[in-house]
């Protein structure tokens, strides 16, 4: 009688080669797939997904000392770091900036001056060059998401709109929960800080809004779309302009397609369930519905016969907002003096026949009636951000200012 064989068990490496073309696939899929699945999970949270669209906890005030302007190429006491408050007892942190040529005029007495943040910046005397020039322009810049008011590229920025004209001086603040302000960012919140920001620059400033124009840049076109309607929609005021740059048409749907960096989708793999997608797009918490406000201010413009310069300037190679965000903007904007009943062939069409191609696939597109003026203009570079700091906008500000005017002083 034969003793029946026992199998000796695998040895484990055995094993490990048996298992491993299963588990190694299985542990590629699942694990971002589980990863995904959290990052959902969480962004559903209010507080979570504000931290994440806004990013301004992520920022460079550990080794950069932003009372300190000069760090990044500005005159000494150029810039006047002050304070602002909002209607709710929020504290912004603000830099006024003199156009270059106008503080060479006064270099010995301001570069005089104590540096740094000032009390009441009413009592100095780069507060009193912008007030009591009343031909003086005053940009205001509302920066985009992440950091702080000196990231990046927004120095640049601030350079090349103060550099060329004695009389644009400028305006750029964090909002609540950005760099030194004090808060946490919603989209009223940051509404509230605009209407502040506007509010010091016409009533204790004494710029009038026909010498301000507005520069949004990616989550600042939203912050200027809603400032704007409450201004110019609801209080009939009439800005020199409005300049966005790599704007959007709302946040669900610019969300929709987003990529981080321009390389991960944020929730572009929600869209391949309509009814994922759905959900998603409802647990929003700060909209930023800038086509309809777009929508809505134009046409009460026209109906009151009022004044406006709209001008959206995006880079063709934005890797983060797509540039046919801005096609939704365009398009919104004019509606609110056509309607919403044109189709999207008749549209184009018309569009085209206002549209003047600079090669490269760029563009720009007009679109005038009465005193109401619409303008789309593409570019081949720039990117996201370096776009800020190109020419394109610099010549949309002066545009809005009025060309005929002395552009060097």
Same mark, same amino acid.
């Given at each position: 009688?034969?003793?029946?064989?026992?199998? /000796?068990?695998?040895?484990?490496?055995?094993?490990?080669?048996?298992?491993?073309?299963?588990?190694?696939?299985?542990?590629?899929? !699942?694990?971002?797939? @589980?990863?995904?699945?959290?990052?959902?999970?969480?962004?559903? *949270?209010?507080?979570?997904?504000?931290?994440?669209?806004?990013?301004?906890?992520?920022?460079?005030?550990?080794?950069?000392? *932003?009372?300190?302007?000069?760090?990044? @190429?500005?005159?000494?006491? #150029?810039?006047?770091?002050?304070?602002?408050?909002?209607?709710?007892?929020?504290?912004?942190?603000?830099?006024? *900036?003199?156009?270059?040529?106008?503080?060479?005029? +006064?270099?010995?007495?301001?570069?005089?001056?104590?540096?740094?943040?000032?009390?009441?910046?009413?009592?100095?005397?780069?507060?009193?060059?912008?007030?009591?020039?009343?031909?003086?322009?005053?940009?205001?810049?509302?920066?985009?998401?992440?950091? #702080?008011?000196?990231?990046?590229?927004?120095?640049?920025?601030? +350079?090349?709109?103060?550099?060329?004209?004695?009389?644009?001086?400028?305006?750029?603040?964090?909002?609540?929960?950005?760099?030194?302000?004090? @808060?946490?960012?919603?989209?009223?919140?940051? *509404?509230?800080?605009?209407?502040a920001a506007i509010t010091w620059a016409v009533n204790t400033a004494g710029v009038s809004p026909d010498r301000i124009v507005l520069v =949004?840049?990616?989550?600042?076109?939203?912050?200027?779309?809603?400032?704007?309607?409450?201004?110019?929609?609801?209080?009939?005021?009439?800005? /020199? !302009?409005?300049?966005?740059? /790599?704007?959007?048409?709302?946040?669900?749907?610019?969300?929709?397609?987003?990529?981080? =960096?321009?390389?991960?989708?944020?929730?572009?793999?929600?869209?391949?369930?309509?009814?994922?997608?759905?959900?998603?797009? $409802?647990?929003?918490?700060?909209?930023?519905?800038?086509?309809?406000?777009?929508? @809505?201010?134009?046409?009460?413009?026209?109906?009151?016969?009022?004044?406006?310069?709209?001008?959206?300037? +995006?880079?063709?190679?934005? $890797?983060?907002?797509?540039?046919?965000?801005?096609?939704?903007?365009?398009?919104?904007?004019?509606?609110?003096?056509?309607?919403? !009943?044109?189709?999207?062939?008749?549209?184009?069409?018309?569009?085209?026949?206002?549209?003047?191609?600079?090669?490269?696939?760029?563009?720009?597109?007009?679109?005038?009636?009465?005193?109401?003026?619409?303008?789309?203009?593409?570019?081949?570079?720039? =990117?996201h951000n370096s776009v800020l700091a190109h020419a394109p906008v610099v010549t949309a500000v002066m545009r809005a200012f009025g060309l005929d005017e002395e552009t060097v002083v």
């Open positions: 009688m034969s003793k029946a064989r026992t199998r /000796a068990p695998s040895p484990p490496s055995t094993m490990a080669s048996t298992l491993a073309p299963i588990l190694v696939p299985s542990l590629l899929v !699942g694990l971002p797939l @589980g990863l995904y699945s959290l990052f959902l999970g969480l962004s559903a *949270i209010p507080s979570f997904q504000r931290n994440f669209l806004y990013a301004h906890k992520i920022h460079t005030l550990w080794w950069k000392d *932003i009372d300190e302007p000069e760090q990044w @190429g500005f005159a000494k006491n #150029q810039v006047t770091p002050f304070h602002l408050t909002t209607s709710d007892n929020e504290t912004l942190y603000a830099w006024h *900036i003199l156009p270059l040529p106008l503080y060479a005029q +006064h270099e010995a007495s301001l570069s005089s001056q104590p540096s740094g943040p000032v009390p009441d910046i009413t009592a100095t005397e780069n507060f009193r060059l912008l007030r009591d020039d009343p031909a003086a322009k005053l940009i205001i810049s509302f920066h985009g998401n992440a950091a #702080q008011l000196s990231q990046g590229i927004r120095p640049r920025h601030y +350079h090349s709109l103060t550099s060329l004209h004695s009389r644009y001086h400028l305006l750029t603040l964090d909002y609540r929960g950005f760099g030194l302000s004090t @808060g946490s960012p919603t989209e009223e919140g940051l *509404i509230r800080d605009a209407v =949004g840049h990616s989550l600042g076109t939203a912050v200027v779309a809603a400032a704007v309607e409450e201004f110019t929609g609801k209080r009939g005021w009439n800005f /020199a !302009g409005v300049v966005c740059v /790599a704007g959007f048409r709302s946040l669900p749907e610019m969300l929709a397609g987003y990529k981080i =960096g321009g390389v991960v989708p944020a929730l572009r793999p929600v869209g391949w369930w309509p009814w994922l997608r759905e959900v998603a797009m $409802g647990c929003v918490v700060d909209k930023w519905e800038s086509a309809a406000r777009w929508r @809505g201010v134009v046409r009460a413009v026209k109906e009151r016969r009022g004044r406006l310069r709209l001008s959206l300037v +995006h880079a063709r190679d934005d $890797g983060d907002i797509p540039w046919r965000e801005d096609n939704g903007v365009f398009r919104a904007a004019v509606e609110g003096l056509v309607g919403e !009943g044109v189709g999207e062939e008749e549209f184009e069409v018309a569009k085209k026949r206002g549209m003047v191609v600079r090669g490269k696939g760029s563009f720009v597109a007009t679109w005038r009636e009465g005193d109401v003026e619409i303008r789309q203009e593409l570019v081949p570079h720039g =990117g």
